[in-house]
C-alpha cells in the first residue's frame, strides 16, 4: 500500500504477524501509544507524504458514531487511551517534522506548517505543565483575595481573618487529594475506586467553584479602585491594583477574551452556541479534574497498550470442581472421590522427594521483558512529569532562590508565571480561533464563486 495508509495498519494488533518487527509486537511503547491515536497519525503522514502537495480538509457535514462512556469509570479509561495516544502522536510530529521539506508543498503553506509546529510544541509544553499551572493559578489567586497586607485595613475574603487557615486547609487538601491520584492509578482500576474517583471529581469541582469566586471579586476590587478611586474602601485594596497592574491590563484583557469569549463567539460563528447554555458550566465545574485525574491517570498507564475495549467487570473464570454438584432439593452436595491406596502412597512419596530434592533456582534473565521495558519506561516517564512540576512549583512560589537575582523575588517570579501562562494559553485558543475562522472564510468564498459560476453557465 505504501504511505500513508501503510501507516495506519501498523499500529493494528490482528496484523501484528505480517508486519512482524514493523508491527505491534516489535515497537517501543511510545510508538505503540502513537497508534492509539491512529486517525492522528494518517493525517500526519499524509500531508508529509514526499513529493506531493497533499494536504487536509474539513467536512462540516460529515458524521461519525463513537461509543460514549456513560459512567465515570469508563469515561477515565477512554480518555487514557486519548491523552496517551495524543501526546505520543505529537511528539512524533515533532521528531519528524524535517519530512516535511521532502514533500511539494508550497512556501506559503510551508510557512503555515511551521507555525502549528509552533502551536505543537507551546501546547505539549501547557500539556505537561498544566498539573503546576492549575496549582500556582489556585494558590496566588486565593492568596491574593484572601491573605491582604499587614499595613491595610482590608479583610481576606471570604471569611474575614480565617480566610487565610481556611485557604492552607484547601491548599493541604488539594495537594494530598493530588497525590491520592497517583495512588489509585498506580495501584488499582478506576471501577475498583469508584468511590474514591467520585469523592475526588467532587473535591476538585468545589475547590474550583471557590476559585472563580475569588477571581470575580479580585476584578470587582480592582474595578471599585478604578472606578472609586476617592472612597476609603477602594484604598483599602490598592495593593490588588497594583498586582493586576503588574501582571499588565493588556495581558489580562487578551487573556480574559481568549477563555470566555472565543468559544462564545466562534459558537455564534457557526450557529452552534447552545453548548455553552447546557454543557458550559459543567465543564468548568470538571475542569481541574481533566488535569488532575485523568492527565495523572494517563501517564501512571502509560505502560497500557490496549485500546480499553475489554470489559472491566469480568471476573476471572475459575475452574469448577468435579466434586461438587447440585442435587435435586437446590442444595449443593460434596462428593468424595475414591481413590485406591496405592495412588495415595505413590503421590505421597513424590511430595516427600519434591520437598527434599534441592531447590534449583531458575536463570536469572539478563534481557528485560517487554513488560519490564514499558514499566520502566513509564516509571520514567512519571518520574519527569512529578518532579518537573514540583520544581516549578517550587521556583515560582520559594523565596529562597536569591542567588537568581536577575528574576526578582517570589513577587516577581508569581507576576511571570502569570504572564507566560496566560499569553501561552491564550495564543493557543486565539490560533485554534484562527483555524477556525478561517475554515468559515473559505467556505463562503467557495460558496460565492460556485454561485458566479452558475450565473456565468
Request: aromatic share 16%; charged share 15%; glycine share 6%.
Amino acid at each position: 500500500m505504501g504511505r500513508p495508509l501503510d501507516q495506519y495498519f501498523h499500529g493494528d494488533p490482528s496484523l501484528a504477524k505480517l508486519y512482524r518487527s514493523k508491527g505491534t509486537e516489535g515497537m517501543g511503547l511510545l510508538k505503540t501509544n502513537m497508534y492509539l491515536g491512529e486517525d492522528r497519525i494518517i493525517c500526519f503522514e499524509t500531508v508529509l507524504k514526499a513529493g506531493t502537495p497533499w494536504h487536509l480538509g474539513y467536512v462540516k457535514a460529515a458524521k461519525a458514531e463513537t461509543a460514549n462512556s456513560g459512567e465515570m469509570a469508563d469515561f477515565i479509561v477512554q480518555r487514557r487511551r486519548w491523552l496517551n495516544g495524543a501526546f505520543a502522536a505529537t511528539l512524533y510530529s515533532i521528531r519528524h517534522f524535517h519530512r516535511l521539506y521532502r514533500s511539494d508543498h508550497s512556501r506559503t503553506r510551508l510557512a503555515l506548517l511551521h507555525v502549528q509546529l509552533f502551536y505543537n510544541i507551546v501546547k505539549l509544553l501547557l500539556s505537561w505543565f498544566s498539573l503546576a499551572g492549575f496549582l500556582l493559578t489556585l494558590f496566588i489567586v486565593n492568596e491574593v483575595s484572601g491573605d491582604p497586607p499587614p499595613n491595610t485595613q482590608a479583610s481576606g475574603f471570604p471569611f474575614g481573618k480565617a480566610t487565610s487557615v481556611i485557604n492552607a486547609i484547601l491548599q493541604i487538601i488539594y495537594i494530598c487529594t493530588i497525590i491520592v491520584q497517583f495512588i489509585l492509578a498506580l495501584g488499582t482500576r478506576p471501577h475498583a475506586a469508584w468511590w474514591s474517583y467520585f469523592v475526588s471529581f467532587c473535591i476538585f469541582g468545589i475547590i474550583q467553584v471557590y476559585f472563580l469566586m475569588n477571581v470575580t471579586y479580585i476584578f470587582k476590587r480592582v474595578a471599585d479602585v478604578r472606578f472609586k478611586a476617592s472612597t476609603q474602601d477602594a484604598k483599602n485594596f490598592e495593593y490588588i491594583n497594583t498586582y493586576y497592574s503588574d501582571i499588565g491590563d493588556l495581558t489580562i484583557i487578551i487573556s480574559g477574551v481568549a477563555v470566555f469569549g472565543v468559544y462564545i463567539v466562534a459558537g455564534l460563528l457557526h450557529l452552534d452556541f447552545w453548548h455553552i447554555f447546557t454543557s458550559y458550566a459543567q465543564y468548568n465545574w470538571v475542569l481541574p479534574s481533566y488535569t488532575n485525574i485523568l492527565s495523572i491517570y494517563a501517564f501512571s498507564n502509560f505502560n497500557d497498550r490496549s485500546w480499553g475495549h475489554e470489559n472491566p467487570h469480568a471476573e476471572p473464570a475459575f475452574q469448577s470442581s468435579s466434586t461438587l454438584k447440585t442435587g435435586t432439593n437446590q442444595q449443593t452436595i460434596v462428593e468424595e472421590v475414591d481413590r485406591p491406596q496405592v495412588g495415595l502412597d505413590d503421590a505421597f512419596e513424590a511430595t516427600v522427594k519434591r520437598a527434599l530434592w534441592p531447590q534449583v533456582l531458575p536463570p536469572v534473565q539478563k534481557f528485560r521483558t517487554r513488560n519490564e521495558a514499558a514499566k520502566n519506561f513509564r516509571t520514567r516517564l512519571i518520574g519527569a512529569y512529578i518532579f518537573s512540576n514540583f520544581f516549578l512549583c517550587i521556583f515560582v512560589l520559594n523565596d529562597s532562590f536569591k542567588q537568581l537575582h536577575w528574576l526578582g523575588d517570589a513577587y516577581w517570579r508569581k507576576i511571570w508565571f502569570f504572564r507566560i501562562w496566560l499569553w501561552a494559553n491564550a495564543g493557543c485558543l486565539y490560533f485554534r480561533f484562527a483555524g477556525s475562522c478561517g475554515y468559515l472564510g473559505e467556505k463562503y468564498l467557495s460558496c460565492i464563486f460556485t454561485r458566479r459560476r452558475r450565473s456565468l453557465y
